[in-house]
Every structure is written in structure tokens, then in C-alpha cells.
């Protein structure tokens, strides 16, 4: 008899109840630390804790007073869509003193708070774990001072803390991604693409500074999302002689009719002497060297604010009631840790193991020691710099190697954001490689009509940052036309295919490998990238095209709440695409704060219905003035869009009055977000060196011969890592009649929107992160961050 999952916990044995938690925003700002500070105190009122606000970081929680004040459930309302920091920000020189730690400590003691939440950098983090260190010691003071009573030392016996990152610059060790960093690269991506289209206008050089005075993550990523000429980051500086380098370089890309040059600088660039690279001296440098036509742009504190991405509000939320749980099961042996992100899952690290590794990243840097400050910042970086380098750089005709192997590369399904990333990607390293790359047009009916023809480096110039699929694609299945697509396999040689789409890329790839047996052709290396803003693809918990549907869908959601400002109580019915999977419906309920969210993978009734709309009812008559309710377009086939906008308009009559938006199809235009640009840039990079590892491994006797499961995949991002998976092994994981995938990660994402939506819901702690230790070196295959 199987034993029971003693790890299954679910959340209602975990008491809050006579816990209070203070929580508090402290160092630079970020985007999404308020989605953070709304979950930990929501979660925080939920589990039955008093929650407080420290206003103003440290110094408010060594001022005390009015800095220190009981939230409610109404008082972070409307706060998720908000940049910076509600309850304020400071850097603190008291708190580093030991006379400031105690005012903390009797401030706290006060209100009867043991338990801290902080959302800071490094900084912050470090001095919450010393005011924990000294805990007991500033008691026994506080106690000699005649401040607070003797038995109160005894009560309040064990500080507990538990960290979360927020830094636009993603510089601290053990996380993938910090909360901030994927909106700071929105900010910048939104300036590049707009310069691009004024540089282009005139022929000019644009140099760009971003911030990162002792990262270059921002920078890196940036680089990499919009294909800039040169970057210049402090862990990594350039060789000696790199400006004639970089100069033969722009040459050589406007010589390619290449019309503007970018470069990106980050804020603490230096040369291998430590000696700090302005973007003065790089303007003058080309003004100098070429001619060119160049400008000067400094990004500043632009990067810090606006509103936070959909990353950011799910990446902030997700870590928010992690930390809850965490205050909750820790002890007075656990050691302060940090909520961070691996991959796609929220893990737990001991907080003073994580400073001491960024710590260690300056140090490597002030020491010259630049290779080793690459590797401890982590396999995401690294994996970053490895890919920037391999498509930034050509190699001269004469350095390539010769594979003699045609590979050919086409979209299939509807168009996703991201997709052209992932083709230029794959044609660069291709070339790289040795290969000769062909471009299909419009999927595989362009296959089979002949549209095939070579595709060169120059030629997916631009394409990083371009919506849609410049490829052309079209939802044809090669089943029926399987004849010919082999005639034209053996016409142009094609050695290995791969293949960016969605479901039915995935039902072609799987159609191809049946036909292995009647045609040859088709017995070489086939690989699949999912692309598609469903996310209904199996084999993978992420997809190109779904973040910049996310973020559609949440700007969208954002402008409709606002409209019903000032106005009477209003619920907007809200329908999202997705087919039968309700990905976007969920994760965007989730980002947008949602009150609730209707999905076909989890079946309702008139009942649900009804509870819903008295939900909201008795939410409106309290508090709030806004309800949002998302629906995914294929969820019940009764209950339509129509029906519930219907149903809640007559329920909610006195109330609130209701208004229905179906956002179509522009949740899949507009230009990729960065995450889908480097998701797609990086995984189709993997794709084609798995390619060509195949390609060497299956030519045997003058041809190409491949016929196993293992040569026939899908590269997909599973948990922490980037996994190819035989198709074949997929189609048991696979509901072919819905397009869905059987078990789909997400759906533990919507107890967690419940309960920020102040239902009462169980909530499968399970999963949740357990106390790890920081790796440097991970294995190989997990440098798939979800974060890029």
C-alpha cells in the first residue's frame, strides 16, 4: 500500500493566529515590490496573523510612531498595478548603528511583532539577519533600560526573518530573478525600439547607458532582446584593443546596409585596468574613428519606474505568500532565509549563504578575476553572455566550419511573439555552426508548394524585436500532403528540420515521426520549440508568445479598472483566448487582480456562479469599487461570455452595475516582450546545438540517418531545467480533443489568486520551497531561468 505524502501539507493546518508580521520595503526601489507587500498582507490576514506596515524601511522602524501601523485588507487595494514602493523607501545610517538596532527593537516589541518580512538588496537583507543576531541581546537592554518588562524577553524570545529580492539589477546570487528586473528591461526595451526607429531615419549611432554600477544584467539582457552591435558590462570587460575592434565591427555592419548601430553600456563598465568606460568616450571613439553620426541616451531612473510587468506582479505575489508559509514553519534553530526563483519554482535559501556569494562577485571583480565573477553570478548569466557572444559576433567566411548539413527552419500555428527571435536565433547558429540554413515559408504549405529558399546572417537583421511571424505561418498539417513535403526534403537535401509553433507544431512533429517508416526523409534530427500565447503545449511549462500575451492582457485590465474610477461600484467581464486551456485566464487573473477567474480545466456551475457574484456583492458594499472577472473564451460552452455578464448584471442590481470587454486578437500582436525575445533567442540557440550534435551523431556512410525517439523532440522548460523530450513519450501527457496538456503546473497558481481575492480555499503547500543551500555550479542542463 502506497505510503501517504507526509510532505502534503494543506494550508489550513498552518496557523497564523496570535503571529504578528511586520513587512517593509527598504533600499532602492523596484517595480512589483508593492504586488509583494499586497500578498505577504493579505496572506498574512488570511492564516489569522496581524499584519503591520513599516513605512519608510529601517528608518521607519527606528522612528516608530505613526511609521509603524496595522494594515487591512482594504488598505493594499488597487496597490498591484502600482511602480515603487506604497509604503515608502529609505536608506537608513541609524539602523547601522547599535543604538538605532535597539529603537527597532523596542519599537517592535511595542506592537508585539517577532516576525519580518523584508523586500530589499543585499543590503537590507544583511542588516535584517544582524538585527536578528542581536535579538535576544537587545531584549536583555531593553530590560535593564526599564523599557519593556522582564517577561516580554521570554514572549518575544526569536526574531524570525524572511527576505525577498527587489533590484532592478538583478545582482544578488541564488535567485534567477529579482522582483524589478523584467520591468526595468521593459523600460528599456520600450526606449531601444523607439530609438531604433529614429537612428534608423537617419543613419546614426546611439550609445545607451543603463543602470548596473556593479552588474551588467540589464545590459546583457537588453543586448541580447533588441540584437545590439556591442555591449560593455563590469563582470566581463572587453580585451585590450577592443575599440578597434568595436569600431571594424559597425564598419562592417553598415557596409551589411545596416542603416544604425546600438550600443549598451551599463552604468559600471570598465576596461581590464578597473578603469570605468563612459559613453562619452565611446561617442567620441566612433565620431573619431568613423565618422558616424552618433548620440548619447542615459536611461536613468526611467528604468525604476512605471508600471510592473505581468513578471514582476506574478514573480512578487508568488514570493509574497511564500514568505508567509516560510514565517510560519520557521523555528528558532531555522537560519534567516531568502524566497527566491529557480527555473520555474520558488525555492528557499539560506539568506546570509546568498550575500556572501554576491560578496564574492565583487570580489572576483576587484581582483581581475572576471572569468570566475561570470561563473558566480550564475548559469542564466553566463548562459546570457555565451549566447550574446555566439549571435553578435559573425566569424569571417574563412574561420566557419564546413558541416555540409541543410537545415531547414519554419513557424507552424498561429503567430506568437517571439517567434522571429527564436528564427534568427536558430540562423545564426546554424551558420555559426557550419550549416547551410533554409527558411520555409508559411509553414508547411509552403513546404510542400516549394517555398523553401536559403537564408543568410544579414538576413534576420531586425528580426528580435518584430511581432508576428516575418516567416509566414499557417495551421496546415503535414499528414495529407506528406508526398511532396519529402520530394522537396530530397530536393533541397534538408538534413534536420526545426520546427516553432504551437499545438498543432507539435501534432506535425508527431505526424512526421509516424511517417518515418514509409519515408526516409523524415528519418533525421526533427526539434520542436513551443511558441504559442495558449501555453498549451505538453512538455514544457512555458512557452514563446505567452508573457507578451500576459502583459496584453494585463495593460488592458489595468486601463479597464481605471476607467470605473470616481464612477459607482463596477465588475468588467473580461474573455481571453487560450482555446480550451486557461493559462492566460488564470496567470492574468492573478496578475491583474482578478476576483475570479472561469477556466474549462476547472469545472463550475450556476452555484460558483451565484457565489461569485455574493463575493463581490459583499466586497462592494465594504470596500472596493472595482471587480474584475476574466474568462477564458472556451471554459463552458453554456455559460458564455454573455450569460455571466448577463447573470451579474441582474444579481448585482443596487449594488454594482456591470460591463463586459473581449480583448481578441490583440493579445497576440504587438512587439515581444523581453522575456519572450530572450526566451526564444535562448532556447532555440540550445535547439540548434542539439542539432548539430545529432547531425554527427546519425551520419553515418555518407548520409544522415535517424530513426530513434530521442532524435524526434520538443525542447521544453520544465521546473528548474530545459529538457528535450521524445514527442512520442508526450502524447500519454496529451488531451488531443482539447489541445491541452494533462497536468498543466499553472492550476497550483489559482488557489493563490483565490485567496489574494479573499476566498476561503484549500491551498497545497506541497510544493512550496523547502530550505536549500546556494550551488555554484548547477548541473548542466538547469540554466533554463524562467527569467531569462
Not at 505581468?310 to 534567516?336: H, K, Q
Not at 528519418?523 to 512555458?542: E, K, Q, Y
Amino acid at each position: 500500500m502506497a505510503q501517504p505524502d507526509t510532505k502534503k501539507i494543506f494550508f489550513e493546518n498552518l496557523s497564523g493566529a496570535g503571529k504578528a508580521i511586520a513587512v517593509l520595503t527598504s533600499g532602492g526601489d523596484a517595480q512589483g515590490m508593492n504586488a509583494a507587500v499586497r500578498a505577504v498582507v493579505r496572506m498574512g490576514l488570511y492564516v489569522g496573523a496581524k499584519v503591520y506596515f513599516i513605512h519608510e524601511g529601517y528608518q521607519g522602524m527606528v522612528d516608530g510612531g505613526e511609521n509603524i501601523k496595522e494594515a487591512t485588507w482594504e488598505s493594499v487595494s488597487s496597490m498591484l498595478q502600482v511602480g515603487g514602493t506604497v509604503i515608502g523607501s529609505a536608506r537608513c545610517k541609524e539602523f547601522r548603528n547599535h543604538e538605532g538596532r535597539l529603537k527597532a527593537a523596542h519599537n517592535l516589541v511595542q506592537h508585539g511583532i517577532t516576525n519580518l518580512c523584508v523586500i530589499g538588496g543585499d543590503g537590507s537583507l544583511t542588516g535584517a539577519n544582524l538585527f536578528r543576531e542581536e535579538w535576544s541581546g537587545l531584549l536583555g537592554e531593553l530590560v535593564e533600560q526599564g523599557l519593556i518588562e522582564a517577561d516580554a524577553v521570554q514572549k518575544y524570545s526569536a526574531l524570525h526573518i524572511v527576505g525577498m529580492v527587489g533590484s532592478i539589477d538583478n545582482d544578488f546570487c541564488g535567485t534567477d530573478m529579482t522582483i524589478g528586473t523584467d520591468s526595468a528591461l521593459h523600460r528599456i526595451i520600450e526606449v531601444v525600439d523607439a530609438i531604433m526607429t529614429t537612428a534608423q531615419s537617419h543613419q546614426r549611432t546611439f550609445v545607451l547607458e543603463v543602470m548596473g554600477r556593479h552588474c551588467g544584467y540589464l545590459a546583457l539582457v537588453s543586448a541580447l532582446a533588441c540584437g545590439a552591435d556591442w555591449v560593455l558590462i563590469p563582470e566581463m570587460p572587453p580585451e585590450d584593443g577592443w575599440e578597434d575592434k568595436m569600431c571594424q565591427k559597425l564598419s562592417a555592419n553598415r557596409a551589411g546596409m545596416k542603416r544604425l548601430n546600438i550600443i549598451i553600456v551599463a552604468e559600471g563598465a570598465i576596461d581590464r585596468s578597473n578603469k570605468p568606460i563612459t559613453t562619452d568616450y565611446i561617442k567620441n571613439l566612433v565620431v573619431k574613428c568613423l565618422g558616424f553620426d552618433t548620440r548619447v541616451t542615459i536611461l536613468g531612473h526611467v528604468q525604476r519606474g512605471g508600471t510592473p510587468s505581468a513578471f514582476d506582479r506574478i514573480l512578487a505575489s508568488r514570493m509574497g505568500v511564500e514568505a508567509v508559509l516560510a514565517l510560519l514553519e520557521t523555528t528558532a534553530n531555522t537560519p534567516a532565509c531568502v524566497v527566491s526563483l529557480c527555473g520555474n519554482q520558488s525555492v528557499r535559501l539560506p539568506l546570509m549563504e546568498c550575500v556572501q556569494m554576491t560578496q564574492e562577485v565583487q570580489k572576483a571583480m576587484d581582483e581581475k578575476r572576471f572569468e570566475e565573477a561570470v561563473k558566480l553570478r550564475g548559469r542564466s548569466f553566463e548562459n546570457n553572455l555565451k549566447t550574446y557572444k555566439l549571435l553578435a559576433h559573425r566569424k569571417p567566411e574563412s574561420e566557419l566550419p564546413n558541416s555540409g548539413f541543410n537545415v531547414a527552419v519554419l513557424n507552424v500555428g498561429a503567430p506568437a511573439a517571439g517567434m522571429n527571435a527564436a528564427v534568427r536565433s536558430a540562423v545564426r547558429v546554424g551558420i555559426s555552426e557550419g550549416h547551410k540554413m533554409f527558411a520555409v515559408s508559411d509553414g508547411f504549405e509552403g513546404f510542400y508548394k516549394g517555398q523553401i529558399k536559403e537564408i543568410k546572417w544579414a538576413d534576420v537583421g531586425g528580426w528580435t524585436g518584430q511581432g508576428g511571424s516575418l516567416l509566414g505561418t499557417k495551421r496546415t498539417l503535414p499528414a495529407k500532403h506528406v508526398e511532396k513535403i519529402a520530394e522537396q526534403m530530397r530536393k533541397h537535401n534538408i538534413n534536420a528540420l526545426l520546427i516553432v509553433g504551437g499545438f498543432e507544431a507539435f501534432e506535425s512533429l508527431l505526424q512526421l515521426y509516424e511517417t518515418r517508416a514509409t519515408y526516409e526523409e523524415f528519418c533525421i534530427p526533427m526539434c520542436m520549440l513551443p511558441a504559442t500565447i495558449s501555453n498549451n503545449v505538453p512538455g514544457t511549462d512555458l512557452s514563446i508568445g505567452a508573457d507578451t500575451a500576459l502583459n496584453a492582457i494585463v495593460e488592458t485590465c489595468d486601463r479597464i479598472k481605471q476607467s470605473a474610477s470616481g464612477t459607482k461600484r463596477r465588475v468588467f467581464i473580461i474573455e481571453t483566448m487560450g482555446g480550451y486551456c486557461g493559462y492566460l485566464a488564470s496567470v492574468g487573473g492573478l496578475a491583474a487582480g482578478a476576483d475570479a477567474a472561469y477556466i474549462y480545466e476547472e469545472s463550475f456551475d450556476i452555484r460558483d456562479l451565484q457565489a461569485n457574484v455574493e463575493h463581490l456583492t459583499e466586497k462592494m458594499k465594504t470596500s472596493i469599487q472595482r471587480g474584475l472577472v476574466l474568462r477564458n473564451e472556451n471554459c463552458n460552452e453554456n455559460y458564455t461570455t454573455d450569460f455571466i455578464y448577463q447573470l451579474y448584471s441582474e444579481e448585482g442590481k443596487g449594488v454594482f452595475d456591470s460591463r463586459k470587454n473581449v480583448l481578441g486578437h490583440m493579445q497576440q500582436g504587438g512587439a515581444p516582450s523581453p522575456f519572450d525575445r530572450n526566451f526564444g533567442t535562448k532556447i532555440s540557440a540550445k535547439a540548434m546545438q542539439w542539432v548539430t550534435k545529432k547531425l554527427v551523431e546519425t551520419f553515418r556512410q555518407g548520409r544522415v540517418f535517424a530513426n530513434t525517439e530521442d532524435s524526434c523532440c520538443l525542447l521544453g522548460m520544465r521546473r528548474r531545467a530545459l529538457v528535450f523530450q521524445p514527442v512520442v513519450q508526450l502524447k500519454e501527457d496529451t488531451d488531443f480533443v482539447h489541445r491541452i496538456p494533462k497536468e498543466q503546473w499553472w492550476l497550483k497558481l489559482r488557489p493563490l489568486m483565490k485567496i489574494l481575492a479573499k476566498y476561503k480555499t484549500s491551498y497545497d503547500v506541497s510544493d512550496s520551497g523547502q530550505l536549500e543551500h546556494v550551488v555554484r555550479n548547477r548541473p548542466k542542463e538547469s540554466d533554463a531561468s524562467v527569467a531569462m
